[in-house]
């Protein structure tokens, strides 16, 4: 089956702690995205990647850091700069970033900072 | 300032009404807007667009319209089931941008049977 994968679904970390989110997908897909959703609002760009080896900040990239090294991953890193990271964390895709498609979403991952 | 807000309150209704969700904004000139449906814990699922230059678009029993000169966007679901029970979010994408997203809060639908 084709779609975009997350892992993992639960995260928790310390505070100063740095922690990596997977972002997979086989769906041939150029452009990824990563979002952040807090309760009652709405998802809010963080970084995105039209091709690979290119990414571009978003609105709230602060704290957060990305990589594109292959088509199909694009990991986000939170790091302890992150004033508050706990969130839903989402991540997306479109076949072409530069053209009107719809975004196919992962399942999420919740990070908690206790 | 930019904004794009839908109806903050849960929107209550009973099985087989229509629904209509609202998704308004300001200061900005869209090229086209999507709707998702979100259940909760759960990523957006895909449902429609809508281009700037159409008024009305259907699927099934969805129906959206886009108003650019009210700057709004109406979302129907005709003969509602509670199935239907989740949150819409609606989605703005400006001309030049590629393929960011600008995203509403999102309302939230309950259909009572």
């Known amino acids: 089956d084709g779609g975009i994968t997350q892992s993992p679904k639960y995260l928790f970390r310390k505070e100063g702690q740095n922690v990596t989110l997977s972002c997979e997908q086989n769906?041939?897909?150029?452009?990824m995205y990563w979002y952040r959703q807090d309760p009652g609002q709405g998802l809010r760009l963080i970084y995105y990647?039209?091709?690979?080896?290119?990414?571009q900040k978003g609105d709230i990239a602060e704290g957060y850091s990305v990589s594109r090294e292959k088509k199909e991953s694009f990991p986000l890193t939170v790091t302890s700069a992150q004033k508050n990271p706990t969130a839903f964390y989402l991540c997306?895709?479109?076949?072409?970033?530069?053209?009107?498609?719809?975004?196919?979403f992962g399942p999420g991952t919740r990070l908690t900072v206790l | 300032s930019q904004k794009i807000e839908q109806n903050s309150e849960a929107l209550n209704i009973q099985e087989g009404k229509t629904a209509t969700l609202t998704c308004n904004y300001t200061?900005?000139?869209?090229?086209?807007l999507q709707w998702y449906r979100q259940d909760p814990g759960r990523g957006p699922v895909f449902l429609l667009l809508?281009?700037?230059?159409?008024k009305e678009k259907r699927k099934e029993r969805l129906k959206v319209t886009f108003d650019t000169t009210l700057k709004q966007s109406l979302f129907h679901i005709t003969a509602s089931q509670p199935a239907d029970s989740a949150t819409y979010l609606c989605?703005?994408?400006?001309?030049?941008?590629?393929?960011?997203?600008?995203f509403g809060q999102g309302t939230e639908l309950s259909v009572k049977p």
């Open positions: 997306a895709s479109t076949p072409k970033g530069l053209s009107v498609n719809e975004q196919f």
């Open positions: 769906l041939n897909h150029d452009a």
């Open positions: 990647s039209q091709i690979v080896n290119d990414f």
């Open positions: 200061n900005y000139s869209p090229a086209y």
């Open positions: 809508i281009r700037e230059n159409e």
């Open positions: 989605a703005l994408s400006l001309y030049n941008q590629g393929g960011k997203l600008i």
